[in-house]
């Protein structure tokens, strides 16, 4: 299976739908404790560039997305309100204060959102290289759908591990080896019609999730998954900051 040709093929079979009513929601509420930064994660630079104002570009410029909610912590908000200023992002609707929980931030966001909206994309500011043509894919999915991810096939090997409870000479022990055929990395954004992402966190908001996807798969609904980009990467590691310098010099927005 070539991705890029399937990637093309997806593309191509959502790039034309009718209007649509739509806010994007982008998380930036983390202190990113993992990346080991003086700096919060949100303005870790790449390239001498915020990596929040990365997605922002993408999708301030893109015109299915009406407007962009922020969701943000206090010890962050001036700092980011000053960089958004500076690169001029347009579109910047409400900037609202994030939870204890990823999930919590959602939720505020979701909560500010318009009377209006119909369909809400939510994404990572922690993903900086998202491209036009994906948002695109994933939001006319959802249109066709209700809910809609954007994810990659894996390319490593994968093993279900048992992981010890004790220090001993054993050590972790595979359980078994995944088929990766059917494995997919799951990225952001993730597009949902705002009532039934609304009604997923009103039902199960309180249950431990690691994305937004799992709440509506929880009522029973099905999802869609639209094939994204390699360089969609997520930062949270140290190294992660250095191996995005090398995909910003390759990455295209549109």
């Known amino acids: 299976m070539n991705p890029h040709t399937n990637r ?11 209007g649509v009513n739509l806010e994007a929601i982008v998380l930036a509420a983390g202190i990113g404790a993992r990346l080991k930064s003086k700096i919060p994660k949100p303005l870790a630079r790449i390239i001498r560039k915020p990596l929040i104002i990365y997605s922002l570009v993408t999708l301030s410029k893109h015109p299915l997305i009406k407007g962009i909610i922020l969701v943000v912590n206090a010890k962050n908000a001036q700092s980011v309100i000053k960089e958004i200023r500076k690169y001029r992002i347009r579109k910047i609707e409400k900037i609202v204060q994030g939870g204890r929980r990823r999930q919590d931030s959602v939720f505020n966001g979701i909560k500010a959102a318009d009377k209006s909206t119909d369909m809400v994309l939510i994404h990572d500011a922690a993903r900086p290289f998202i491209d036009k043509d994906t948002v695109t894919a994933v939001i006319k999915a959802a249109q066709n759908t209700g809910a809609a991810i954007v994810g990659v096939p894996v390319k490593a090997t994968i093993k279900s591990v048992k992981v010890s409870k004790y220090q001993s000479i054993k050590g972790n022990i595979v359980d078994r080896t995944l088929d990766r055929s059917r494995l997919w990395e799951i990225q952001t954004p993730q597009v949902f019609k705002k009532r039934l992402i609304l009604n997923a966190y009103k039902k199960f908001g309180n249950t431990d999730v ?25 930062i949270t590691m140290p190294e992660d900051l250095a191996i995005a310098e ?3 010099k390759l990455w295209k927005s549109a």
């Open 8 to 18: 093309n093929k997806t593309r191509a079979k959502y790039a034309i739908g009718a």
């Open 210 to 234: 690691t994305d937004d996807a799992m709440l509506v798969e929880k009522l029973g609904i099905r999802v869609s998954v639209v094939l994204g980009s390699y360089c969609n990467i997520k």
């Open 246 to 248: 090398g995909v910003a």
